[in-house]
């Protein structure tokens, strides 16, 4: 079973899809000018403006539904797993695909807005909604969404539980059961009640626990201030393969910092615009650009706050998949958490391990809730014209019973299932929007036009000849026509 599940990963993770997700977001980079630069002056009004309602949430509730997906175990087991087998300059790649990977993101959360549908009383949208609407390919995105179901239902969440677990017992001496059942506990009291509570929860947690992990990694880089060239250093001499000790593993630095990017991030993935979508906004790219600011609060904050603990501390090993150890600063211990949780536990005795824990749950906990939400709105769409309520008790029994496997099953066996799950979106998610650049960069100039004009854009898809945008013409067209007669 294990080595089957490693082949897949093998041929899903394919050199192909690494220089793919790099290709694309350069050319969404290119397409929009960079707009994850220029348009930033925008993001904190943006993020913080916009009105929620019965059927959608505020752009910053969604911002923290997509952050509660995208900052989870990665930004601490998945760095130290990059560094562990690509070396420090697996950091610069995960650096790269973040920076480029916002103009994905930009990109697929306004298709997410642009096709949404107002679905049982709340917006639902997401890559199976774009494809169906924009690509008229319905086979198509009853695959994406299937696929979905299976990667935020059952494969990802144990990488999450794992990680909450191996971190739990290295600093309390848990056992990973009792962990598991705490966890299964906590997540059922707030799938069942719906993604408003979700939502609630994302808000109050998500910038809490980044703030404070933020504050935490700069204070242990203060504190090793003297190291802070040196690692700079480092990592963009490995990066490249200039630096003596880490030049043969170049190939090794950027799969590695692509795919553990790819994983926190999200970018390009199609887990992002199910957020986006369910956002309350007069124009999509708005939200596509509060979408493209979460992929830098991941990795060149959070990340890169992981990252410059263990590297400034030189609690780390590196040793690449089947070869010999170029680092081993650490024995044995198998790469995860534990780098993290002994490089705060070097600098701050008797804190490093329950800070890193505590972190951890709450990083890892609010992913799990985002998966939830992603696998209830693709099951929403393959069942959206029949009753479901039969199969998303299914579902929540089936999230529940994969966290607490996901707790006692092995960390190797974890993340490469949740590898499967996450490259396989990814190939079905950056074809689609590939194929959908033209109404996505449409969108863009209508967005840009209006703010030339000094007005606050509001999309009318009728105006601009765009089509398919059934929500946005028939009913959000009804309010705006409202408010201009009364007003």
């Given at each position: 079973?294990?080595?089957?599940?490693?082949?897949?990963?093998?041929?899903?993770?394919?050199?192909?899809?690494?220089?793919?997700?790099?290709?694309?977001?350069?050319?969404?980079?290119?397409?929009?000018r960079?707009?994850?630069?220029?348009?930033?002056?925008?993001?904190?009004?943006?993020?913080?403006?916009?009105?929620?309602?019965?059927?959608?949430?505020?752009?910053?509730?969604?911002?923290?539904?997509?952050?509660?997906?995208?900052?989870?175990?990665?930004?601490?087991?998945?760095v130290?797993?990059?560094?562990?087998?690509?070396?420090?300059?697996?950091?610069?790649?995960?650096?790269?695909?973040?920076?480029?990977?916002?103009?994905?993101?930009?990109?697929?959360?306004?298709?997410?807005?642009?096709?949404k549908?107002?679905?049982?009383?709340?917006?639902?949208?997401?890559?199976?909604?774009?494809?169906?609407?924009?690509?008229?390919?319905?086979?198509?995105?009853?695959?994406?969404?299937?696929?979905?179901?299976?990667?935020?239902?059952?494969?990802?969440?144990?990488?999450?539980?794992?990680?909450?677990?191996?971190?739990?017992?290295?600093?309390?001496?848990?056992?990973?059961?009792?962990?598991?059942?705490?966890?299964?506990?906590?997540?059922?009291?707030?799938?069942?009640?719906?993604?408003k509570?979700?939502?609630?929860?994302?808000?109050?947690?998500v910038?809490?626990?980044?703030?404070?992990?933020?504050?935490?990694?700069?204070?242990?880089?203060?504190?090793?201030?003297?190291?802070?060239?040196?690692?700079?250093?480092?990592?963009?001499?490995?990066?490249?393969?200039?630096?003596?000790?880490?030049?043969?593993?170049?190939?090794?630095?950027?799969?590695?910092?692509?795919?553990?990017g790819?994983?926190?991030?999200?970018?390009?993935?199609?887990?992002?615009?199910?957020?986006?979508?369910?956002?309350?906004?007069s124009?999509?790219?708005?939200?596509?650009?509060?979408?493209?600011?979460?992929?830098?609060?991941?990795?060149?904050?959070?990340?890169?706050?992981?990252?410059?603990?263990?590297?400034?501390?030189?609690?780390?090993?590196?040793?690449?998949?089947?070869?010999?150890?170029?680092?081993?600063?650490?024995?044995?211990?198998?790469?995860?958490?534990?780098?993290?949780?002994?490089?705060?536990?070097?600098?701050?005795?008797?804190?490093?391990?329950?800070?890193?824990?505590?972190?951890?749950?709450?990083?890892?906990?609010?992913?799990i809730?985002?998966y939830?939400?992603?696998?209830?709105?693709?099951?929403?769409?393959?069942?959206?014209?029949v009753?479901?309520?039969?199969?998303?008790?299914?579902?929540?029994?089936?999230?529940?019973?994969?966290?607490?496997?996901?707790?006692?099953?092995?960390?190797?066996?974890?993340?490469?299932?949740?590898?499967?799950?996450?490259?396989?979106?990814?190939?079905?998610?950056?074809?689609?929007?590939?194929?959908?650049?033209?109404?996505?960069?449409?969108?863009?100039?209508?967005?840009?036009?209006?703010?030339?004009?000094?007005?606050?854009?509001?999309?009318?898809?009728?105006?601009?000849?765009?089509?398919?945008?059934?929500?946005?013409?028939?009913?959000?067209?009804?309010?705006?026509?409202?408010?201009?007669?009364?007003?």
């Amino acid at each position: 079973m294990e080595t089957f599940v490693n082949w897949l990963s093998g041929i899903i993770w394919s050199p192909a899809l690494i220089y793919l997700c790099l290709g694309v977001g350069l050319f969404y980079s290119l397409a929009t000018r960079f707009l994850q630069v220029r348009h930033m002056k925008d993001i904190i009004k943006l993020t913080f403006k916009g009105e929620k309602s019965e059927a959608g949430i505020s752009s910053f509730q969604a911002l923290n539904l997509a952050l509660s997906g995208r900052v989870g175990t990665g930004n601490i087991a998945g760095v130290a797993t990059a560094i562990a087998f690509g070396g420090p300059g697996a950091v610069f790649w995960m650096w790269l695909i973040a920076f480029l990977g916002a103009g994905s993101a930009f990109i697929e959360a306004t298709l997410g807005q642009v096709y949404k549908v107002k679905q049982d009383g709340q917006f639902r949208g997401g890559p199976a909604y774009y494809i169906e609407k924009g690509l008229k390919m319905k086979w198509y995105a009853v695959l994406f969404a299937i696929v979905t179901v299976i990667a935020t239902g059952v494969l990802l969440p144990g990488v999450q539980a794992n990680s909450i677990a191996a971190g739990i017992d290295n600093a309390f001496g848990i056992s990973p059961a009792i962990t598991g059942g705490a966890l299964v506990v906590f997540l059922a009291i707030i799938i069942f009640g719906g993604v408003k509570r979700i939502a609630r929860v994302a808000e109050f947690v998500v910038p809490f626990m980044a703030s404070g992990y933020i504050i935490v990694a700069l204070l242990i880089t203060f504190m090793n201030i003297s190291e802070l060239p040196a690692v700079l250093k480092l990592i963009f001499s490995s990066a490249f393969g200039s630096n003596a000790a880490f030049g043969g593993i170049l190939g090794a630095a950027i799969s590695w910092g692509v795919k553990r990017g790819i994983y926190s991030n999200e970018a390009g993935q199609g887990t992002a615009p199910h957020a986006a979508a369910a956002a309350e906004v007069s124009h999509p790219a708005k939200q596509g650009i509060v979408q493209a600011f979460s992929v830098y609060v991941d990795t060149l904050f959070v990340c890169s706050a992981t990252a410059f603990m263990i590297l400034i501390t030189g609690m780390y090993n590196v040793v690449p998949e089947g070869g010999k150890a170029i680092v081993k600063k650490l024995g044995d211990m198998e790469p995860g958490p534990g780098y993290t949780q002994s490089a705060v536990e070097s600098v701050l005795p008797g804190f490093g391990a329950p800070f890193v824990a505590i972190a951890l749950l709450f990083f890892a906990f609010t992913t799990i809730m985002a998966y939830y939400y992603m696998a209830e709105t693709n099951l929403a769409y393959i069942n959206k014209n029949v009753k479901r309520v039969w199969s998303e008790y299914v579902l929540k029994i089936a999230i529940l019973g994969m966290v607490f496997y996901g707790c006692v099953k092995t960390a190797g066996l974890a993340w490469t299932l949740g590898d499967i799950g996450v490259g396989s979106m990814a190939w079905l998610n950056i074809i689609a929007i590939l194929l959908l650049t033209k109404p996505a960069l449409k969108v863009l100039k209508d967005y840009e036009a209006q703010l030339k004009d000094g007005k606050d854009p509001v999309f009318d898809p009728v105006k601009i000849g765009f089509k398919d945008a059934d929500f946005w013409e028939h009913e959000y067209s009804k309010p705006i026509e409202k408010k201009e007669k009364t007003g």
